[in-house]
C-alpha cells in the first residue's frame, strides 16, 4: 500500500470536505467510492481532520427575523462579557480587540446603555442571512497573488449589494426537535433520534429538504486546524459586495459573511504570520484608496461564548 505525501494527505482532506459542502449527508463510503478510495483511508483521514480541527460542522445556523448584531464600546470589556452571558437574549457574545469591545447577536431587546461602562456603539442593526463561500485549496501566498491581480482588472466593476429574504419557520413539534437534534451536528443519525422519538423517514426526509429555506449549513474548513488561525471580523461599508465576497474567496479558510442593512460583516480566519496579515491589510487599503470600500473597521475577536456552550458542560 502506498503512503500518502503529506500533500495528497492535504488534498485528501480538502476532497472530503468538498464533497460535504455540496452534500452534508454524503456518506464516507460514497466520497471513497467518487474518489476511488479505500473507505478505511477515507474514514481514518475524515476523522482526523474532525478530531484537530480541520473540519467543523455541518451545523445549522437559523434565520431568525428579530436577529440583530451589535458592535460595542465599553470600559470593562471583561466584566461586560461575563455580565452578557448571562442575559436571555444574547446569542453570542466576543471580547474584541480593534475599532470594538464587544460583540453580540441576541434575539431579543437588550438596552446595552444601561450597562455599567457602557461608551458608545458603533453600530446595532438586523442580521439577515449568513453564508459561508466554499473555500478554495490554495495558499495564502497565491491566494493573495490572485487577489492583488483582481484590484488591477476593476475597470468594468458593477456595483452589487445583496438583498437576502429571511424566513422563519413555522415547524410543528417534530420539526423542531429534529432541529434541535441535528443543529450541532447534522451527520447525526437519524435512527438514533427514532429510538426516542417515532417519526417518519419520510418526514424526515421532507425537513431536510426545507432546510436551505431556513438555515444556512454550516460546513468550515480550516487547513492548520481551527485554532492555528486568528479570528478577525470586518465591517465593511460597500456598494460592491459580491465583489468583496468573491475576493475574499481566495483565501484557503473558511469565512463567515453576515448582511445587514448597510454593513457587510466578514468573519476571517487569518493566517499568524506577520508577513500575511501585513499583505492583507495592504489589499484592504487599496480597496479603500480605489473607492471600492467606502468604510473599513476591524477587530480581532479573542473569546467568544454561545448559550450552546452552556448545553455541552
Not at 503529506?6 to 472530503?16: G, H, N, R, S, V
Not at 470593562?76 to 480593534?98: A, M, T
Not at 473558511?254 to 460583516?265: A, D, R
Request: aromatic share 16%; net charge positive; hydrophobic share 35%.
Amino acid at each position: 500500500m502506498t503512503r500518502l505525501s503529506e500533500k495528497e494527505k492535504a488534498f485528501l482532506k480538502y476532497q472530503i470536505y468538498s464533497y460535504r459542502y455540496k452534500d452534508p449527508w454524503i456518506s464516507n463510503k460514497k466520497v471513497a467510492r467518487l474518489l476511488h478510495r479505500s473507505i478505511s483511508t477515507v474514514n481514518r483521514y475524515a476523522q482526523q481532520a474532525e478530531q484537530t480541527g480541520q473540519f467543523w460542522g455541518p451545523t445549522l445556523g437559523l434565520f431568525h427575523p428579530e436577529r440583530k448584531v451589535a458592535l460595542l464600546l465599553f470600559k470593562d470589556k471583561w466584566k461586560v462579557f461575563k455580565h452578557l452571558r448571562e442575559h436571555p437574549s444574547i446569542n453570542y457574545v466576543c471580547v474584541c480587540q480593534g475599532d470594538w469591545d464587544i460583540m453580540t447577536v441576541h434575539d431579543g431587546p437588550v438596552d446595552f446603555s444601561q450597562i455599567t461602562g457602557y461608551q458608545g456603539k458603533i453600530m446595532e442593526r438586523a442580521r439577515e442571512q449568513v453564508f459561508i463561500p466554499k473555500v478554495t485549496f490554495t495558499t495564502w501566498d497565491i491566494g493573495f497573488e490572485k487577489m492583488e491581480t483582481l484590484l488591477t482588472q476593476t475597470e468594468h466593476l458593477q456595483k452589487y449589494t445583496f438583498n437576502p429574504k429571511s424566513h422563519h419557520p413555522e415547524w410543528d413539534e417534530e420539526e423542531w426537535e429534529m432541529f434541535y437534534y441535528f443543529r450541532s451536528n447534522l451527520r447525526k443519525k437519524f435512527s438514533t433520534l427514532r429510538k426516542k422519538r417515532p417519526i417518519s423517514w419520510r418526514k424526515y426526509k421532507e425537513w431536510k429538504e426545507s432546510l436551505e429555506k431556513y438555515c444556512t449549513i454550516m460546513i468550515e474548513y480550516y487547513p492548520k486546524g481551527y485554532l492555528q488561525y486568528d479570528s478577525i471580523t470586518f465591517c465593511f461599508r460597500t456598494d460592491y459586495e459580491r465583489y468583496i465576497v468573491e475576493l475574499l474567496s481566495n483565501l484557503p479558510t473558511t469565512f463567515f459573511v453576515y448582511k445587514t442593512e448597510e454593513y457587510l460583516l466578514a468573519n476571517l480566519f487569518m493566517s499568524q504570520d506577520y508577513k500575511h496579515q501585513t499583505r492583507f491589510y495592504e489589499i484592504i487599503s487599496h480597496l479603500l484608496d480605489q473607492g471600492i470600500v467606502a468604510e473599513c473597521m476591524d477587530a480581532h475577536n479573542i473569546i467568544y461564548y454561545t448559550p450552546s456552550e452552556k448545553e455541552n458542560e
